[in-house]
């Protein structure tokens, strides 16, 4: 394709004008500078996302093709908190298959689930800033919307906080009925107690018609977990639950630091995804295959300490547009 | 899928709270950059004062939020773009609504007077045939040929892939040759 000359017409800025900008920087800067911030510590601590595991348990739902299996498959997310994970389709089809032969899954990976703190029903707000008193956060609205669509109203629903405990055995049974034969559930893992605290999340809606889009955000959830807990060989088995080959989930499980690092499930064949940036921050963007409104693309991004999920059956660079615009 | 890019996603999305600022030249990063952001407006929405002014807003913002780009130097023209797209968008709502496309290229008023009086005629010419392009492939096309990104590098800022840019590209050359074809 000759497409050089279009390259032909691009030209240096008048110098008087390059001039004149760069002076106006400079003044800016003269005037007050941005304070660098300072280094986030929380990601340093034992932190996942559950948030966002909730967030893509959402966008599971709304995925026909996987919406049955992936109610249960996530409740067991929900219950290991540990990280999210690929979902091979093969595997949530088995996955699909056992259920349906009435195996519960839930029972099969712990017991003694103990709800510390209910979540609470969301309160609808009128005002950002009440949402912000009440979650305690910055609360963020984009500035660019979509053409026609505009807010509908903000929601705060109080944090949660839930604890439970490991059972191996009940773990092993799973891995053994999946024909996972070279994992050994870890021992030490049993009786292990989980805690998971969810902060407080506000959601944002906004519409135009059935043209709905969410913005959540939120603090990073927190999860306690006791000292000694080797979270890769969890990780592993999680993986190989999830559809992994041997090598891959080990390749995988011990090449990240899991204390800070959420792996987000994307169902393989119901969406795909790539990193995008939003306000210079590496964002995901999980893009529904199938056709615009029927389901929705997410992006998701961490900013400052808060954890930020936007979705909706719009357009993917309009969602970006939208979240670069906060 | 790619465990690799699932896991590079993963990482991505959480690391950058967790390296410390680096120190950015932003005089250096003004001198790089500067003829690409004006490039890419001249090729949005002519050339002339508006560019400059739309140029002008877009390292102004990116100043006052330098605080929030901290992180490696290969993201930065990705960042900036971020912003000069959405000055663009602010623009084209505010002010373009109610301008036929005679009218926009009409305001590629070639104020560069070092340019030749060819050269200036070329640009308008170009200028009136971008204007009949959908938002999106003009704005690909300022991108590529007014701001000399790669696809890949497009396709990050819009979040498109880089095939869909690849295949939007190639198709709107093909239009645009045979016009600049038929012209000369």
New interface residues.
């Given amino acids: 394709m000759e497409d050089k000359f279009l390259y032909e017409f691009q030209e240096a800025p008048r110098p008087e004008f390059a001039k004149s900008l760069l002076a106006r920087l400079s003044e800016q800067s003269a005037s007050g500078p941005v304070p660098a911030r300072s280094s986030f510590s929380l990601w340093r601590t034992p932190v996942l996302a559950p948030l966002s595991v909730l967030v893509v348990s959402a966008i599971l739902l709304t995925f026909p093709s996987v919406r049955a299996a992936a109610q249960h498959f996530l409740d067991l997310f929900r219950i290991q908190r540990f990280a999210a994970v690929s979902i091979n389709p093969a595997r949530l089809q088995q996955l699909e298959q056992l259920r349906e032969g009435k195996i519960d899954f839930q029972a099969l990976l712990s017991r003694n689930i103990q709800v510390l703190k209910e979540p609470g029903k969301p309160i609808i707000v009128d005002d950002p800033r009440v949402a912000e008193q009440i979650a305690g956060i910055p609360v963020r609205l984009p500035n660019s919307l979509p053409n026609g669509i505009t807010q509908a109203e903000i929601r705060v629903q109080d944090g949660g906080a839930v604890r439970f405990i490991a059972d191996t055995a009940k773990l092993q049974e799973l891995l053994d009925l999946l024909g996972i034969m070279d994992v050994q559930a870890p021992q030490q893992l049993n009786g292990t107690t989980v805690t998971v605290n969810i902060p407080p999340v506000v959601s944002a809606l906004f519409a135009k018609g059935k043209t709905e889009i969410m913005l959540m955000q939120s603090r990073s959830p927190e999860i306690s977990l006791p000292q000694g807990v080797y979270l890769p060989q969890i990780v592993e088995i999680v993986l190989r639950i999830a559809g992994l080959s041997s090598d891959e989930a080990q390749k995988f499980a011990y090449s990240i630091d899991w204390h800070s690092t959420l792996l987000v499930p994307v169902p393989a064949d119901a969406a795909s995804f790539h990193e995008v940036d939003v306000h210079g921050n590496t964002g995901l963007l999980i893009e529904s295959n199938y056709s615009r409104g029927r389901n929705p693309s997410v992006l998701l991004w961490s900013e400052g300490g808060i954890v930020y999920a936007l979705s909706g059956g719009i357009r993917s660079f309009e969602l970006l547009e939208m979240a670069n615009s906060l | ?1 790619s ?1 690799e ?17 680096k120190e950015v030249d ?2 250096a990063l ?1 001198t790089e950059q ?2 690409r952001v ?2 890419f407006f ?2 949005r929405v002519g ?1 002339g004062a508006v560019a ?1 002014d739309l ?2 807003v877009t ?2 913002k990116a ?9 490696d130097l290969s ?1 930065f023209s ?2 900036l773009f ?2 000069a ?2 000055v663009a ?2 623009y084209f709502r505010r002010y373009r609504k109610d301008l036929s496309l005679e009218e926009i290229a009409d305001q590629t008023d070639g104020q ?1 007077p070092e ?1 030749s009086a060819i050269r200036r005629s ?2 308008r010419q ?1 200028s009136n045939f971008l204007s009949r392009l959908s938002n ?1 492939e003009r704005e690909l ?1 300022a991108l ?3 701001s ?1 990104l790669t696809n890949r590098a497009i ?7 880089e095939s869909n840019v690849g295949t939007i590209m ?1 198709r709107t ?2 239009d ?2 045979a016009q ?1 074809q038929v012209k000369e």
């Avoid at chain 2, 396709?155 to 892939?161: D, F, V």
């Fill in positions: 899928m465990t890019t699932t896991r590079s996603s993963a990482l991505n999305w959480l690391l950058p709270f967790t390296s410390a600022a932003w005089e003004y500067l003829p004006y490039n001249r090729f050339e400059e140029t002008s390292f102004e100043w006052r939020f330098r605080h929030r780009y901290r992180r993201a990705t960042w971020t912003i797209r959405n968008t602010d560069t340019s070329d640009f170009l999106r096309l590529k040929y007014g000399g396709a990050k800022i819009t979040g498109l892939s190639h050359i093909l645009l040759r600049w």
